[in-house]
């Protein structure tokens, strides 16, 4: 365990270790039938929104922004900004709420998916089981490992979950795919976003 972990190399190794594992053990009891359903919903959705607190937020905002270089309708939900429910306010059968939450889990994201839910609207989970409370109100979980021998909990195998459905999303439409990247790359171009690197 770490508290036997003598120098930080022990550390590094174990806790790379165990994420290796998360991942390892996420893909071989994630059902495929769920990832597809949800790559097909995040697709066909008019608008997506996300909520992922706390420490979920980290992969909430890779998959939102990375949406959004798909030219999708994405929406972070951001407690603090603005009021939550007004955010969702109109949300319906035609969108789609992915909550984001592993235990211990955050009441909003649950309260988020039940109004969702009763509101006719695509509800979608990225949790630790099908018996999640996430779980309750969604039409498809998606389970992620998240243990590691520290005071967190460990979002790695969750990032790489968004990883594999971000890519899945953007080859439904490929040409579409490659003329909104092309936009954006464009455009940062001009604007010099990024740095060349050095010569």
């Known amino acids: 365990?770490?508290?036997?972990?003598?120098?930080n190399g022990d550390i590094l190794v174990k806790i790379m270790q165990e994420d290796?594992?998360?991942i390892t053990q996420t893909l071989q009891s994630l059902p495929p039938e769920a990832f597809q359903r949800a790559?097909?919903?995040?697709?066909s959705a008019r608008r997506v929104f996300v909520a992922g607190l706390r420490g979920a937020h980290a992969p909430a905002i890779i998959l939102v922004l990375y949406l959004r270089f798909l030219k999708k309708e994405?929406?972070?939900?951001v407690p603090g900004f603005?009021?939550?429910?007004?955010?969702?306010?109109g949300v319906g059968p035609d969108d789609l709420v992915i909550g984001i939450s592993l235990p211990r889990y955050t009441r909003l994201t649950v309260e988020v998916l039940e109004y969702a839910h009763d509101k006719g609207a695509?509800?979608?989970?990225?949790?630790?089981?099908?018996?999640?409370?996430?779980?309750?109100?969604?039409?498809?979980?998606?389970?992620?490992?998240?243990?590691?021998?520290?005071?967190?909990?460990?979002?790695?195998?969750?990032v790489s979950l968004v990883n594999a459905l971000l890519t899945a999303v953007s080859v439904q439409e490929p040409a579409e795919t490659v003329k909104a990247l092309k936009e954006r790359e464009d455009l940062?171009?001009?604007?010099?976003?990024?740095?060349?690197?050095?010569?």
């Open 1 to 7: 365990t770490i508290k036997r972990a003598h120098h």
């Open 20 to 22: 290796i594992q998360n």
């Open 39 to 43: 790559v097909e919903d995040i697709r």
């Open 74 to 77: 994405a929406n972070l939900i």
């Open 82 to 89: 603005g009021d939550v429910w007004n955010e969702i306010l």
């Open 122 to 158: 695509k509800v979608g989970a990225i949790s630790d089981s099908p018996l999640s409370p996430l779980a309750f109100n969604a039409d498809w979980v998606l389970p992620v490992n998240s243990r590691i021998d520290s005071f967190i909990e460990s979002f790695t195998a969750a």
């Open 188 to 199: 940062w171009k001009a604007k010099k976003i990024y740095m060349s690197p050095s010569a």
